[in-house]
């Protein structure tokens, strides 16, 4: 049996998304589950851009990695592939739902599964506190969706 895939997406895959694919990771790894694919992407169609340094530094304190990611947009087969498709935005979700109506049963926004009915800001752009926050934010919001999203893959229990 295939491990699930999941798939988290942000706008350009340099801010939000490779943080949340890192913890999430992590934490599927720390709750027994590391063999589940956790990549991301985004929806702008920006390719081959490093992650964000302040992404990268504010990780690492955590002793992740985010050094050799680089942006991918999404294509269909890791869409179509993914047990679960994670959003940081309303905006994203539906841009997916409406590309791929097939897939809406597998979208959430990851604050939605947190039980949280809003977005993840993105901080592209502005100071680290906005990066600190963002990250601090992610982390929490995987932490309480944890038990939503290994359901949502078939690894509840």
Do not use: F, Q, W
């Amino acid at each position: 049996m295939t491990a699930p895939s999941i798939l988290i997406v942000c706008s350009a895959n340099i801010c939000r998304s490779p943080v949340a694919e890192a913890l999430l990771r992590e934490k599927l790894e720390a709750a027994g589950h590391g063999d589940v694919t956790v990549t991301s992407g985004g929806t702008l169609g920006l390719d081959g851009a490093a992650a964000a340094s302040h992404s990268v530094a504010l990780l690492a304190e955590r002793g992740l990695d985010l050094r050799s990611h680089r942006s991918r947009s999404l294509d269909l087969p890791r869409l179509e592939g993914a047990a679960l498709i994670l959003g940081m935005e309303e905006g994203h979700v539906e841009l997916i739902r409406h590309a791929r109506p097939a897939l809406a049963g597998r979208i959430a926004r990851l604050a939605d599964l947190a039980g949280e009915a809003r977005d993840v800001p993105d901080p592209y752009g502005g100071p680290r506190s906005g990066y600190e926050t963002m990250v601090a934010d992610v982390d929490d919001l995987l932490e309480r969706a944890l038990p939503r999203i290994l359901a949502a893959v078939g690894r509840a229990g």
